[in-house]
């Protein structure tokens, strides 16, 4: 589909965008004083179904299905949200791998992805049908399950798996014609691969633990990265610093939830520029992310309510909005 | 026919074909933004479908232009065009239109996409979303100036 075919979808977009969340709305909900006027609130504004008692995880769920949906209806070429779902793809494979090698009752969620799915993805995995899988999980599969069956190490499963995925994402994007899932996959790896140096050099892991974990992207040296995670902290500070990541270093120093926000940040920014596109699928898939990062933030602000989180604890770990 | 007459006639055909497809090109594309528009906020189809006719206008022009030659060279009206010299004076004097109507209409159509989704998102900024594409009907206008002068003046 080329992108003058897109202008009567996108004209559709600039509409619905009007009913985004915004940073004020969100600010408003991180005030509220519980869950039931948060529900309250986003039901409003016409989230969820008509069932005035639904649940949070219903809400969000049927936010979600809704945004799946309009990406159907507007007749998105579907190779773009193949590759926006590898993570789900991937995570499915963990989950079915782990459940087929250990003998601990299934309690793994899994996400509803097009031929991969709970039953098909367990299925696959326990008759080792690697042929049934995408090729470039397939390898990725056939090693962490090895790793699960003989040496029943679930986090270097978690790593192999991770680590494909991440690889992944990135070829994807390099071979993407759509110049926002380029810059997209790019940010989502390079954001990823700072997540796992942070998290590994606080809990002491090795070089060649960071080797075999960060994925090799444009705009970051990962040699580098996971020698400077591998030293200490000061080390990994200064990388980040002089590598363009200046803010990520001075979240870190502020808390790892101020980290975390930084991650998200960093990757809302990347579909900013959408909002001035007027022809091309690229305001349809920042359309579809910020819905995705929309239900993340209302997902934590609930949670954060139920368990007695403050307003200010909240707003420390929501997300910038694209609306 | 004479040569001369062949040219004038081309010159006639240019300035109504050229901006003709600008404008068709334009329109349809500004129509598809529109209707996407009012499929999601029908309240918005006075405003979209004039921003969804400003491209039009080229093609207009063209046929003004046309009309104009049509009458000198005797087709609708005036002495039959007998040298070449002055059918090239005709052809000539008919591309402006055709050239710059065929451009701007192409571009005012895609201006006028990005005005609708301005439109789409924020209704009360009208005023100013007209006036962007606007801007690119200015030169469709000072070449369809010069196209009628240089064809009345031959």
Sequence with gaps: MNDLQYVYAVARIRVKEKSLL????????????????????LADRGWGNSDPGQTGDEMLAAEDEKTMA??????VDPKIFDVLAYPNLYHNLKAAIKETC???APQHLYYAVDGYGEEQMR??????????????????????MDVMLTVHDGQRCDVIVDRACLDACEAAGQKSKNRLLREYEESTVAVTDIKIAVRAQKTGKSLAFL???????????VRLLAAAASKDEASLMDYLEDHGFREAAEALKESPSAFERWCDNRVIDTIMPQKTNSISAGPIVAFYLARQNEIKTVRI????????????????RVRKMYG | MSMGMVFALMGAALATALPGVGSAWG???????????????????????????????QGI??????FITLSQIGILGGNPVTDTATGMLYLFACLPIAIVGLISAYHQGRTSVASIGLVAKKPDQFGKAMLFPAMVETYAILALLISILAVTGI
């Design chain 1, 123 to 144: 299925r696959i995995v326990s008759e080792k049908d690697w042929a049934a899988l995408p090729e470039h999980m397939r390898e990725a599969a056939a090693q962490a």
């Design chain 2, 61 to 66: 022009y063209g046929l003004l232009v046309t």
């Design chain 1, 70 to 75: 309009l990406m159907k209806e507007l007749k």
């Design chain 1, 22 to 41: 915004t940073d004020a709305d969100v600010r408003s909900m991180a005030a509220m004083k519980d869950e039931k006027e948060i529900l309250a609130f």
């Design chain 1, 102 to 104: 250990t003998t601990d």
């Design chain 1, 301 to 316: 602000i609930l949670t954060a309510k139920s368990n007695g989180f403050t307003e200010d604890d909240i707003r420390e």
């Design chain 1, 211 to 221: 080797k075999e974990a960060l994925a090799p992207c444009r705009s970051l040296d």
């Design chain 2, 27 to 57: 329109v349809g594309i500004a129509g598809q933004a529109a209707a996407g528009v009012v499929s999601e906020d029908p309240d918005q189809f006075a405003k979209v479908l004039l921003l969804q006719l400003l491209p039009g206008t």
